[in-house]
């Protein structure tokens, strides 16, 4: 079974703080994606990459960046944390289209 | 580029009622469909795909649903649902045309099985 890991569960930050979201998948997936989940607002795409150091604007990437220096890994930073970056971050990887996306459990991050 | 709606934001049914999950897509050229489950606190799991071949596409858990291209729809049922049946579901769409490999997301149904 593929399985894609989040560093943390829940998270809470102090705004203007700089946040690390980790991600690993272990089935060998070129792509991977990270989504903000609001109620409402369904999955938005912040970034995603298609192979190691490359990455690719979503529809929503103010406020972030993100780094892959490793196939397996995939991180999305918040430079300075905001509260309106308050929200459900999840973490996909897939091997190709056609495939759909496999997502890990997500991370709660709550920025007061 | 591809949008999808999902008509209900919430649907509540009875347990072993029958359900339908609404899903209509938009797109100027030929797409993959699918519909991903989400529990409680979790991340989302794939229930289904339709990539080509037979409209009628059985999934997990006893869901199945039906691309009309005609209707650009991609509707969710399940003949008897359960109360562990109660998440949020969500349908998405990419193109099976380019090499993007991006899934656009509906907003989400809300169901909601009673007993």
């Known amino acids: 079974d593929v399985k894609v890991t989040q560093s943390s569960r829940y998270l809470v930050k102090r705004t203007g703080e700089k946040v690390f979201l980790e991600c690993v998948q272990d089935m060998d997936h070129e792509n991977m994606f990270w989504y903000r989940q609001d109620p409402g607002l369904g999955l938005r795409l912040i970034y995603f990459?298609?192979?190691?150091?490359?990455?690719e604007k979503g529809d929503i990437p103010e406020g972030y960046s993100v780094s892959r220096e490793k196939k397996e890994r995939f991180s999305l930073i918040l430079e300075s944390a905001s509260t309106n970056q308050t929200s459900m971050y999840l973490c996909a990887s897939s091997p190709g289209t056609g495939w759909g996306q496999y997502f890990g459990p997500g991370t709660r991050l709550t920025v007061t | 580029a591809q949008s999808v709606t999902q008509l209900d934001s919430q649907v509540p049914v009875f347990e072993e009622a029958p359900v339908e999950l609404r899903c209509n897509y938009s797109?100027?050229?030929?797409?993959?469909l699918f519909w991903y489950v989400q529990y409680p606190n979790q991340g989302l799991q794939l229930l289904l795909k339709?990539?080509?071949?037979?409209?009628l596409v059985k999934g997990i858990n006893g869901f199945e649903a039906e691309f009309n291209k005609s209707q650009t729809s991609f509707h969710l049922r399940k003949p008897s649902v359960h109360i562990s049946d109660t998440a949020e579901y969500f349908c998405a769409v990419s193109s099976s045309v380019d090499s993007s490999y991006k899934l656009i997301f509906g907003s989400g149904t809300r169901l909601l099985v009673r007993p």
């Open positions: 797109s100027s050229v030929s797409v993959y």
């Open positions: 990459s298609y192979d190691v150091k490359m990455k």
């Open positions: 339709y990539l080509s071949g037979s409209t």
